[in-house]
């Protein structure tokens, strides 16, 4: 379980940095797949709007902290 949370972590602060790079530059790579957040997400919810460089840069955030979480539990 520890490392599907840590897997989890590492797809939101991927998608976190690529969604910030997509919002204020063209991201080509992975663009469906790492843009979800950005693209999908971002627009149906109305308090994030102006604040897309914010919500992708805390979804990047919130992954580093699930990676670290996991780490820190104990494995039995």
């Not at 109305?46 to 699930?66: I, K, M, R």
Request: proline share 3%; no cysteine.
């Amino acid at each position: 379980m520890r490392h599907t949370i840590q897997l989890v972590g590492l797809y939101f602060v991927a998608s976190g940095i690529s969604g910030t790079i997509d919002h204020l530059a063209v991201q080509p790579v992975f663009g469906a797949v790492l843009n979800f957040f950005n693209r999908v997400v971002i627009p149906r919810v109305d308090v994030l709007t102006g604040y897309e460089v914010y919500a992708n840069l805390s979804l990047a955030v919130l992954g580093g902290v699930l990676i670290i979480a996991a780490d820190r539990t104990r494995s039995t």
